[in-house]
């Protein structure tokens, strides 16, 4: 099976310099970084869809998969013939960019990794966190507003502000359960493969940002940085996991530098 060419929406298509490729986190779309390509006008901003997730929909079964995912990007990319680039990626966005830089480092100008990590490092824990997600992937489809409603009241979000929360369960509200299921199946954390031990060989710039509210990724940014060769840390006050939603001005400012 060849792989999919995943959707892309362009903004400031005529912006010089290298472009900003940006990855989406679990139910959002390539529209989530709309808000950011306002914030930086001077700055073609690539976003791409991730299967099951905005218009790359309908996809064959095994398009789902992590690993499939990763050679899917690298297809659609190829196809855009950019060369080198700037790679954004947040929260399962980013765990794919990540994925994608360890093996294409030759494209990848900087990376930016938003509220993420490079997996689990055990397969006990792998095991685990796939239960956990065909759990959730069942009550996704048995009931998607109820998720929703559950999934943004973990303390991951706890950070956000109700105008933000019911904003995001409207945006939500219109995907298709069905394909996020397959893909919180197949690009969940347990699905991925352990990346700790490959960090050490990424030696492009790597920028890891965290909300300092956020404990566990601000935790997470600290140990790869101490693996990654060329890594900075960048904690943002008053804000959680969604970085870029709670505190735009402060991460536009940090992608432009």
């Known amino acids: ?49 991730l299967p099951g997730h905005g218009e790359a929909v309908g996809l064959d079964v095994a398009a789902y998969g992590f690993d499939e995912a990763v050679a899917a990007l690298s297809t659609t990319l190829a196809s855009l013939e950019y060369g080198r680039f700037d790679l954004l990626g947040y929260s399962m966005g980013g765990r794919v960019a990540l994925a994608f830089a360890l ?82 199946v197949g690009m969940g954390t347990g699905a991925m493969p352990n990346l700790w031990p490959a960090l050490s060989a990424l030696t492009v710039p790597v920028r890891l940002v965290a909300g300092a509210r956020d404990a566990k990724f601000a935790a997470l940014a600290g140990r790869m940085a101490e693996r990654l060769p060329c890594a900075s840390v960048h904690l943002v006050g008053s804000a959680g996991h969604n970085v870029h939603l709670e505190q735009p001005e402060a991460f536009a400012a940090l992608v432009q530098r």
């Open 1 to 49: 099976m060849m792989p999919a060419v995943l959707p892309t929406r362009t903004f400031h298509p005529d912006a010089p310099g290298l472009p900003l490729v940006a990855l989406h986190g679990f139910l959002g779309s390539k529209d989530d970084w709309a808000d950011l390509a306002a914030r930086l006008p001077h700055r073609r901003i690539v976003a791409v869809d």
């Open 103 to 184: 093996a294409h480092p030759s494209f990848v100008n900087t990376l930016t990794l938003e509220s993420s990590s490079p997996g689990l490092s055990s397969e006990e824990e792998r095991a685990a966190r796939r239960a956990l997600d065909a759990e959730r992937a069942d009550a996704l489809r048995r009931d998607f507003p109820a998720f929703l409603r559950d999934w943004y009241a973990m303390p991951l979000f706890a950070t956000l502000t109700a105008a933000q929360r019911d904003a995001l369960i409207a945006q939500r509200a219109t995907a298709d359960p069905d394909e996020l299921a397959r893909g919180l």
